[in-house]
């Protein structure tokens, strides 16, 4: 919680504060789906994560374990099945809890290559900005 305190504090609402739009590859949603997939009560981490701006928009790229397990680079190896079984049910979870159902695009990537995937993400950020310029919130 320290280390994202001080990311928010000098980083991130700075960039706010300035109109800027940030995009971040993880935040609160990865830290209360990787400590409840370890143990930690979901409702615990989502209050501690609830003093952290809440995300415009969260991307999923949801992936079967196994296929994932097959796509991280050996030297990268720090998960293991059973722990990605058990973040990506967490994740599931999570995105079924106000606010996040609200806030989320879940992107099935299994069997996609890396272009397809890039392609299916710049939809959804052009989506995204495209509701803003017209004056939306982006909540879809």
């Given at each position: 919680i320290a280390d994202r305190s001080y990311d928010v504090e000098n980083n991130i609402k700075p960039l706010l504060n300035e109109n800027k739009i940030v995009i971040i590859d993880r935040y609160s949603p990865?830290?209360?789906?990787?400590?409840?997939?370890?143990?930690?009560?979901?409702?615990?981490?989502?209050?501690?994560?609830?003093?952290?701006?809440?995300?415009d928009k969260i991307i999923y790229l949801d992936i079967d374990p196994k296929e994932a397990m097959e796509r991280i680079d050996n030297s990268e190896r720090f998960h293991n099945l059973e722990l990605l079984e058990k973040v990506r049910e967490s994740y599931k979870e999570l995105f079924k809890r106000p606010p996040f159902f609200k806030i989320t695009n879940i992107i099935n990537v299994n069997d996609k290559s890396r272009d397809e995937v890039n392609r299916m993400v710049s939809e959804v950020i052009n989506n995204v900005l495209a509701q803003e310029k017209m004056g939306f919130k982006a909540d879809n």
């Open positions: 990865s830290t209360i789906a990787y400590g409840s997939a370890s143990g930690i009560s979901m409702d615990l981490l989502i209050n501690l994560n609830s003093i952290f701006p809440l995300p």
